[in-house]
């Protein structure tokens, strides 16, 4: 059984930064970074295993997902906000290989969500 719980979430101004944590207890593969907004499907966002990241295409050069093993811990770090960022943002993990997968049908475990919300 794997926990996930995130922190970190707020508002922002656009061009603004902010940093997601989540903490997982018990073992895991792949780690992730996932947002959603209302009446729309759930997006990838970042994907971390074995030091190897990937990232979707709306992120590339703005997000920066890292991990920090001591305290099971990954961090997604978000430069140049804008207000389409805004959405609940959830934590993911696989307790399988996966490698790098952004899909969240590859993840088994689920943080409670944090939100961003990015103001024009």
């Known amino acids: 059984q794997v926990q996930l719980v995130e922190s970190g979430g707020g508002s922002v101004q656009a061009g603004g930064s902010l940093r997601l944590s989540c903490v997982a207890s018990?073992?895991?593969?792949?780690m992730g970074w996932f947002r959603q907004v209302p009446g729309k499907e759930r997006e990838g966002v970042a994907g971390?295993?074995?030091?190897?990241?990937n990232y979707a295409d709306s992120v590339k050069g703005r997000f920066t997902i890292s991990q920090d093993y001591a305290k099971k811990t990954i961090y997604l770090h978000m430069n140049s906000l804008k207000p389409e960022d805004t959405a609940m943002y959830y934590c993911?993990?696989?307790?399988?290989?996966?490698?790098?997968?952004?899909?969240?049908?590859?993840?088994?475990?689920w943080g409670q969500g944090t939100q961003v919300t990015v103001s024009s």
């Open positions: 993911a993990a696989s307790t399988t290989f996966i490698g790098l997968s952004l899909s969240e049908v590859h993840y088994n475990y």
């Open positions: 018990g073992y895991t593969y792949s």
């Open positions: 971390i295993y074995g030091g190897s990241t």
